[in-house]
């Protein structure tokens, strides 16, 4: 059974960054069949897909337009983990951030999944 | 940019029959946008239930249905419980970028 787990403070200081990991137990961040993806949830903007890293021969990501300028999503292999860092935040990045796994094997896309539990992130002073 | 649409809010009877859509605005939408469709509770992570249009995931319940219904997503919901109400989000796939819809909050009445 593939859990997620996540971790990571809950507050963060407008200009800071913010950085949360993915602790993955069940299946492998180098898996040839999965994405690694970061979600977040406010009441503003709904559920907002902000990126994902996977591994096909070499290493991947790919970023949503909206944060491509401030967003890294790394995986730690040593760990059996991913990480997100969001840079320069301010208090319009406050929001419930997920992480969860997107499967695909052969030719058949399975979705996201696997959810990590969430967390809440605020940006204030 | 680009913006997946649903319903804002539906209300069903229990028992009855209910249908959300999931729009995109880019043109309508096929199977290889892989629509996936998600139930979320207060409080909780969002919950699989539909992948690639129409697949089921082994903890879907059999009530809840994908497909693709006038150039839209579709999830059908049959025979409505009380505890659907929840609010629902679609999911399409865009190359290697993923939109969520904004959501369509379910009402069990």
């Known amino acids: 059974q593939v859990q997620l787990q996540q971790s990571g403070p809950g507050l963060v200081k407008p200009s800071q960054t913010l950085s949360l990991t993915c602790a993955i137990s069940?299946?492998?961040?180098?898996?040839?069949?999965?994405?690694w993806n970061w979600i977040r949830q406010s009441p503003s903007r709904g559920l907002e897909w902000l990126g994902r890293t996977y591994y096909r021969s070499k290493w991947y990501n790919d970023y949503a337009v909206s944060v491509k300028s401030r967003i890294t999503i790394n995986p730690d292999t040593s760990k059996n983990q991913f990480s997100l860092q969001l840079n320069s935040v301010t208090p319009e990045d406050t929001a419930v951030y997920y992480c969860?796994?997107?499967?695909?094997?052969?030719?058949?896309?399975?979705?996201?999944?696997?959810w990590g539990q969430g967390t809440t992130v605020t940006v204030s002073s | 940019q680009t913006v997946v649409t649903q319903e804002p809010s539906l209300t069903v009877s229990p028992g009855g029959t209910v249908t959300l859509t999931c729009a995109s605005s880019?043109?309508?939408?096929?199977?290889?946008?892989?629509p996936n469709w998600f139930q979320q509770k207060p409080g909780q992570a969002p919950r699989a239930l539909i992948y690639s249009t129409s697949n089921k995931h082994s903890w879907t319940p059999a009530r809840f249905s994908g497909s693709l219904l006038g150039g839209k997503a579709a999830l059908t919901l049959s025979g409505v419980q009380p505890e659907d109400e929840a609010e629902y989000y679609c999911l399409l796939y865009y190359g290697g970028a993923r939109v969520f819809g904004g959501g369509t909050k379910l009402t069990v009445l």
């Open positions: 069940g299946d492998s961040v180098s898996s040839n069949s999965a994405a």
């Open positions: 969860a796994r997107d499967l695909r094997l052969l030719y058949t896309y399975y979705g996201m999944d696997v």
């Open positions: 880019t043109g309508a939408v096929t199977s290889g946008y892989y």
